[in-house]
């Protein structure tokens, strides 16, 4: 008699949810706290371990996207064209400055002490927090865009911009004044995230036709010649004789072994060894689309968020919810190669 084993589960469910969909979430860098974006106008604060909603702050449209500060605040991009920094312990929040329309994505970069926002107004901003409540104080800079921004992504001083018309932009956080390199996305479709691989080397970038393309900074020919730079197919399904093809919403790296996983509207989690060009391990089947990715600073959870993204128009959906998993870790460790045995 053979063992019955359950079908894996897609993590522990939390708590107080977002009412409408779920713009980003993000795991902090010092702790299991977790910040969360939505479009309900909303910013909480989980502790993902504990499952307890720690804090919540409401804006006036929706939050399109969020960062961390430290453990007990953050920043937020919000649809009211506003920035905000929000202290969760005090329950106080200010307004670092406003973009001229929607602000699309947010980043904290360390290296820098700055806010760094991209909005649709085709602009990409620098903020100095420490400054007192007020544009003018705390604006360090506007740096104009080709298009408007879709997807921001820093790894140490490189801040890598994905726009509209699949512009790609790479800055050096120490010299704003021009982009270091003007590139193009490899993909033929509309980027819809991207994120720099934690060694620094370069970035992942993600499109609405189910595909991810792998990309590195060093524009030498040796480095271009070797066969890093590739492209590849994923969140796609074969129905009838017809490719059926998904967005692929998130990247998320591992923080520990450089692995990745990638959510698309198709409902899956994948986890892939980008060096050795491999798929290492597919969840089960969340409810709805993958709006958003997180691992936690130690690799040991995954946040994810199962939240209708509207690539379907208006139609009935499962609840917006958010789950936490554990990561095992055969599921993000890359396998070694397997060499022949040399012969006697």
Known sequence: MTAVHPPPTSGRELGNPPSDGISNLRFSNHSDHLLVSSWDKSVRLYDASANVLRGEFMHGGPVLDCCFHDDSSGFSASAD???????????KEDILGKHDAPVRCIEYSYAAGQVITGSWDKSLKC????????QERTLVGTYPQPERVYSLSLVGNRLVVATAGRH???YDLRNMSQPEQRRESSLKYQT???RCYPNGTGYALSSVEGRVAMEFFDLSEASQAKKYIYAFKCHRKSE?????VYPVNAIAFHPIYGTFATGGCDGFVNVWDGNNKKRLYQYSKYPTSIAALSFSRDGRLLAVASSYTFEEGDKPHEPDAIFVRSVNEIEVKPKPKAYPNPPA
């Open 81 to 91: 064209h506003t920035v905000r920094r929000l202290v969760f312990s005090h329950g």
């Open 127 to 134: 903020w100095d927090p420490r400054g007192a409540s007020g």
């Open 168 to 170: 790609v932009n790479v």
């Open 192 to 194: 819809r995230c991207v």
């Open 240 to 244: 009838a004789g017809r490719d059926i």
